[in-house]
């Protein structure tokens, strides 16, 4: 049966993704055209959120959070401590 398990390598894919700056002018705007306007903040605690629209959550994110656009339009957080580890930004876009 331990040869059912197998070592894999996930596909580079090429994805969108949106660095959370609540002190860049005009940051809403542009994170609000990024996820088609599926980002709000919540009324009670006052959390940032995106909608993920593959499993119909809404996710909260915060300052310096990467939010990405995957492949299927859906939006998700990334810490920018573990972005690095998941994701290289291409030389050209900065």
Sequence with gaps: MTNLIKTVVKKPIE????QWD????GMWALMCTHTNNLVRTDPGMGDLLV?????DSWIKFSAG???????????YPVEAEI???IYEVKP???
């Design 65 to 75: 959070d990467w939010i990405v656009r995957g492949t299927k339009g859906e939006c």
């Design 15 to 18: 994805v969108q993704a949106l």
């Design 92 to 94: 050209n876009d900065k």
């Design 51 to 55: 909608y993920d629209r593959l499993h």
């Design 83 to 85: 972005f690095p580890t």
């Design 22 to 25: 609540d002190e860049l002018p």
